[in-house]
């Protein structure tokens, strides 16, 4: 008999330069990643109130480039790829032919022919599969750049100052959800202004040999600011309070973007068929008739956090279940986010608790996001 070891997690360019700062690591989508630093708090706050400092290198970056990469995008997901601009970017989701959400994407256009694609750590395998099933027929190349690229964000209201002094980008005419090259400290980078925080801030994609010195030049950029480095562990309360949905958690392949709340992504009215046209219009129409259950936030009374999969109660009924929960720094409570019956999904709906352990805790029902960035 012979048995073979686990795979060994994947390791990013910056994984010398995390250990050296005495960051927690954990193993995440099968890559060895930066949990926290210090105080998970301290994290949190900081892109709330000045910086924060990421490595994001796990994404999945997937080019699509070719004549028909447009066409190609527009029958393989569910947005209207061909009508994003040169230099913009577009979230949007990838579907099975039933319906259910594959993963959510944000596509970048990086030229007239050209597009990245970045796809969550956990999912990147599956939708590097399906683009490369779906372009059969198409004059277009999926090209796996997972490796080509290690991805830094810095987040936070200091960013953009931090980061300018850092380039001579047009960093100001950087709209939100738009991308342009440029060069960080010398290294050459596509810089986004994208995140996943809630907060302004911007992604920059670069070759994994230049991270390290992006990382240092950063760091000592934003010292003065009260820039810190950040892990996963923050990332997620951040979007918690932003009301950002997290794959695995608000979306699986058994929703649809209608039952998700996102309906809006989904691009009928564009040129072409599309996988997963079909059962979507279904779902649309089913949704429109029985409104399904809606994500809601759930603010707690007491001090008792809740967790993804626990039950919603009402009445001594289960009316629906958390996705997402945690303590929030910025509102010093815990928050969840929920999937309920639509009769109870108004904010202030009175009555409503969370199962934790057999003992039904009262919460709030509040709209989505908890948290909103003053512009």
Not at 226 to 248: Q, V
Not at 255 to 261: M, N, R
Request: aromatic share 6%.
């Amino acid at each position: 008999m012979s048995s073979s070891a686990p795979p060994q997690p994947r390791r990013t360019a910056l994984d010398a330069l995390h250990r050296s700062l005495g960051a927690t690591m954990t193993d995440f989508a099968g890559w060895d990643m930066p949990l926290r630093y210090g105080s998970e708090r301290d994290e949190h706050l900081a892109v709330r109130t000045t910086a924060g400092l990421f490595d994001l290198s796990h994404m999945g970056e997937i080019t699509v480039a070719g004549p028909q990469a447009a066409a190609l995008l527009n029958h393989a997901l569910v947005g209207d790829i061909a009508s994003v601009g040169a230099g913009r970017a577009r979230y949007t989701m990838i579907c099975r032919a039933d319906g259910g959400i594959l993963d959510d994407l944000i596509v970048y256009r990086l030229a007239e022919t050209t597009y990245m694609v970045v796809a969550n750590a956990s999912n990147a395998q599956t939708v590097l599969d399906a683009l490369t099933e779906r372009a059969a027929g198409f004059d277009a190349e999926v090209r796996d750049d997972r490796d080509a690229y290690a991805l830094i964000a810095v987040q936070g209201p200091a960013s953009p100052a931090i980061l300018a002094s850092l380039t001579d980008a047009d960093l100001d005419g950087l709209k939100y959800y738009a991308g342009l090259p440029g060069t960080v400290a010398g290294v050459p980078a596509l810089i986004a202004r994208t995140g996943y925080t809630g907060e302004d801030g911007f992604e920059l994609f670069v070759a994994p040999d230049g991270a390290e010195k992006l990382w240092t030049a950063l760091t000592d950029a934003g010292a003065d600011a009260g820039l810190i480095p950040c892990g996963l562990s923050c990332r997620d309360t951040l979007r918690l309070e932003a009301g950002m949905p997290l794959y695995g958690h608000e979306l699986t392949t058994e929703l649809t973007p209608f039952d998700a709340g996102l309906g809006r992504v989904v691009k009928f009215g564009k040129e072409g068929d599309f996988v997963g046209r079909e059962a979507l219009r279904e779902a649309a129409e089913r949704a429109e008739r029985k409104p399904p259950r809606v994500l809601v936030g759930l603010v707690a009374e007491g001090r008792r956090v809740p967790r993804a999969g626990y039950p919603v109660v009402a009445g001594g009924e289960v009316i629906g279940e958390v996705t997402s929960g945690a303590p929030s720094p910025t509102l010093g409570k815990p928050i969840a986010m929920a999937y309920v019956d639509a009769a109870y999904a108004a904010p202030g709906t009175s009555g409503v608790g969370v199962d934790i352990r057999g003992s039904h805790e009262p919460y709030e029902v509040v709209a989505l996001p908890f948290y909103k960035r003053q512009k």
